[in-house]
């Protein structure tokens, strides 16, 4: 069971996955509503609904165009859902204020992306942005209805899903946390049961789906772990109703705006414009693309980005894709190596036809995947087909800083003819004697004269090819499936958690 929700997690896209959600979420809810399990009726769901998605749609088609930007249909998708599912429907066929909020909510969180941004990068939640503006404009306040007991189940299962996607459980955790203990504090300050407050909160409030979506939200969360965590914490302490700060009492909308300043402050700035300068075929489907970014791009070696290519007709894929930074930040140049697969995505096709002088933006900085501080301390990768990128980034990293690191590379290809990057390695063996291990695992394949080892990366290889693994940091970077495998090996091995770092990205599928 578990082995095929990863398959359909690793096929799904970040957004479409969230997507995918929010709708779901929306069909429980009409469905309940029909039976009379859920106050809101189903026609005027589906009435606020269309017209807030209606609103979105030609929004966005009208800033679109006037900033010139990319047209992002999935994103526009995703915050009129949202919006769906956090304004009341209408009491009433006549019931103007609601339908003043499902134009103006719409309109605002749309223009948020746009105008309220510094960089290209979008400094707020969307929705969060415009319902807070619109309680202030115009006195109309958000219900976050989701947050009703009979759609919790659907809340918990599709929020599990997303969790597992996106491995944002350290986030996720942490504003739970935090937000229990300040609903605690809170009720027990005002005389009531901590214990009966967090239950309230945890069952009876949009608490659970805020925890899910809003703070999920990948353009507006921190890059590392460490201010990811201490970004949940910080939502999560004022998430609280209770709270009240200069007389203004908190709301879901004020918490995240405020931990979208910090995570602002906190991540990198701004969104970059990249131009296709050249590409080259550097191993069987794989291609190698050099882009020139519009100014400088400050990353760290191991690092990935978020690339949106705008595009007719996307697929179910969608627009946007991760991907590993293969350049190092010594380079002029901006490269990613991209596996090319039979019946490619509409991204891919995109891509691959894109003439040189070609554009395509880069934002969304982030990962821990990244070298020590410790030059000393002794290092392992492992590395399954296009998960070599990474490496690469490291390793014309420290040839171009002189960085002697101890270092065991062990690389695993179907083919001789797969393997990428086999030069930059090459020179780091030469001069930082750097380890460098190729294995083959088409053992039928296996060229006459291979000096390499054959068959997939084991235990009995490693304890072979890296006799001090006790001693070193492994990383492991490669296809979903492997990196869990491997991940669970060195683990058997007595490798503590601590010590085994995998390269992860949302977008990963």
Same mark, same amino acid.
């Given at each position: 069971?578990?082995?095929?929700?990863?398959?359909?997690?690793?096929?799904?896209?970040?957004?479409?996955?969230?997507?995918?959600?929010?709708?779901?979420?929306?069909?429980?809810?009409?469905?309940?509503?029909?039976?009379?399990?859920?106050?809101?009726? *189903?026609?005027?769901?589906?009435?606020? &609904?269309?017209?807030?998605?209606?609103?979105?749609?030609?929004?966005?088609?009208?800033?679109?165009?006037?900033?010139?930007?990319?047209?992002?249909?999935?994103?526009?998708?995703?915050?009129?859902?949202?919006?769906?599912?956090?304004?009341?429907?209408?009491?009433?066929?006549?019931?103007?204020? @609601?339908?003043?909020?499902?134009?103006?909510?719409?309109? /605002?969180?749309?223009?948020?992306?746009?105008?309220?941004?510094?960089?290209?990068?979008?400094?707020?939640?969307?929705?969060?942005?415009?319902?807070?503006?619109?309680?202030?404009?115009?006195?109309?306040? %958000?219900?976050?209805?989701?947050?009703?007991?009979?759609?919790?189940?659907?809340?918990?299962?599709?929020?599990?899903?997303?969790?597992?996607?996106?491995?944002?459980?350290?986030?996720?955790?942490?504003?739970?946390?935090?937000?229990?203990?300040?609903?605690?504090?809170?009720?027990?300050?005002?005389?009531?049961?901590?214990?009966?407050?967090?239950?309230?909160?945890?069952?009876?409030?949009?608490?659970?789906?805020?925890?899910?979506?809003?703070?999920?939200?990948?353009?507006?969360?921190?890059?590392?772990?460490?201010?990811?965590?201490?970004?949940?914490?910080?939502?999560?302490?004022?998430?609280? *109703? #209770?709270? @009240?700060? %200069?007389?203004?009492?908190?709301?879901?909308?004020?918490?995240? /705006?405020?931990?979208?300043?910090?995570?602002?402050?906190?991540?990198?700035?701004?969104?970059?414009?990249?131009?296709?300068?050249?590409?080259?075929?550097?191993? &069987?489907?794989?291609?190698?693309?050099?882009?020139?970014?519009?100014?400088?791009?400050?990353?760290?070696?191991?690092?990935?980005?978020? /690339?949106?290519?705008?595009?007719?007709?996307?697929?179910?894929?969608?627009?946007?894709?991760?991907?590993?930074?293969?350049?190092?930040? &010594?380079?002029?140049?901006?490269?990613?190596?991209?596996?090319?697969?039979?019946?490619?995505?509409?991204?891919?096709?995109?891509?691959?036809?894109?003439?040189?002088?070609?554009?395509?933006?880069?934002?969304?900085?982030?990962?821990?995947?990244?070298?020590?501080?410790?030059?000393?301390?002794?290092?392992?990768?492992?590395?399954?087909?296009?998960?070599?990128?990474?490496?690469?980034?490291?390793?014309?990293?420290?040839?171009?800083?002189?960085?002697?690191?101890?270092?065991?590379?062990?690389?695993?290809?179907?083919?001789?003819?797969?393997?990428?990057?086999? +030069?930059?390695?090459?020179?780091?063996?030469?001069?930082? #004697?750097?380890?460098?291990?190729?294995?083959? &695992?088409?053992?039928?394949?296996?060229?006459? +004269?291979?000096?390499? #080892?054959?068959?997939?990366?084991?235990?009995?290889?490693?304890?072979?090819?890296?006799?001090?693994?006790?001693?070193?940091?492994?990383?492991?970077?490669?296809?979903?499936?492997?990196?869990?495998?491997?991940?669970?090996?060195?683990?058997?091995? +007595?490798?503590?958690?601590?010590?085994?770092?995998?390269?992860?990205?949302? +977008?990963?599928?």
């Amino acid at each position: 069971m578990l082995n095929a929700i990863d398959s359909f997690l690793n096929r799904t896209t970040m957004y479409r996955l969230m997507l995918y959600y929010l709708a779901a979420l929306l069909l429980a809810a009409l469905a309940l509503g029909a039976f009379g399990i859920l106050h809101y009726g *189903p026609l005027a769901l589906l009435s606020s &609904t269309l017209i807030i998605l209606l609103v979105c749609l030609a929004a966005n088609a009208i800033f679109s165009r006037v900033f010139e930007s990319p047209a992002n249909l999935e994103s526009t998708l995703i915050t009129a859902l949202i919006l769906a599912l956090i304004i009341s429907p209408p009491s009433s066929i006549g019931d103007m204020a @609601s339908l003043s909020f499902y134009f103006w909510a719409p309109v /605002l969180a749309i223009a948020s992306k746009y105008m309220i941004a510094i960089g290209r990068k979008h400094i707020f939640n969307p929705a969060a942005f415009a319902v807070a503006l619109t309680s202030i404009m115009l006195g109309l306040s %958000a219900s976050w209805w989701v947050g009703s007991l009979p759609l919790l189940p659907f809340v918990v299962v599709g929020g599990a899903l997303v969790v597992r996607k996106t491995r944002r459980l350290d986030l996720v955790a942490g504003f739970l946390i935090a937000a229990l203990l300040s609903t605690m504090l809170l009720g027990l300050l005002e005389g009531r049961s901590a214990l009966s407050a967090a239950w309230n909160a945890l069952f009876y409030s949009s608490m659970l789906f805020f925890a899910f979506v809003m703070i999920t939200e990948p353009i507006t969360t921190p890059p590392d772990k460490a201010r990811r965590v201490a970004y949940g914490l910080l939502v999560g302490a004022l998430f609280a *109703p #209770q709270l @009240s700060i %200069a007389g203004v009492y908190s709301t879901p909308e004020l918490a995240l /705006l405020a931990g979208n300043v910090f995570s602002y402050l906190a991540s990198p700035k701004g969104k970059c414009i990249l131009t296709l300068r050249e590409r080259a075929e550097i191993g &069987t489907g794989l291609r190698e693309f050099s882009f020139a970014p519009d100014r400088k791009f400050d990353f760290k070696p191991g690092q990935y980005v978020e /690339l949106t290519l705008g595009h007719r007709c996307p697929d179910g894929r969608g627009n946007r894709r991760y991907f590993t930074i293969a350049s190092s930040p &010594t380079e002029n140049d901006v490269m990613f190596g991209i596996k090319f697969y039979p019946n490619p995505s509409s991204f891919k096709k995109t891509l691959s036809a894109m003439a040189e002088g070609g554009k395509i933006v880069a934002g969304q900085l982030a990962g821990d995947f990244t070298l020590p501080s410790d030059t000393g301390q002794k290092l392992a990768f492992i590395a399954g087909g296009i998960g070599v990128t990474p490496y690469r980034s490291m390793v014309k990293y420290m040839l171009d800083k002189g960085e002697g690191r101890p270092m065991v590379l062990l690389y695993s290809n179907k083919l001789a003819s797969d393997i990428a990057y086999g +030069g930059i390695f090459d020179e780091a063996r030469k001069r930082l #004697q750097a380890k460098v291990v190729y294995t083959l &695992t088409d053992i039928a394949s296996v060229p006459h +004269g291979w000096t390499g #080892q054959s068959g997939p990366i084991n235990e009995k290889m490693i304890r072979e090819e890296v006799p001090d693994y006790a001693e070193r940091l492994f990383y492991v970077s490669g296809p979903n499936a492997m990196v869990m495998a491997m991940e669970k090996m060195l683990k058997g091995m +007595g490798i503590p958690g601590s010590r085994i770092k995998t390269d992860f990205f949302p +977008g990963f599928a």
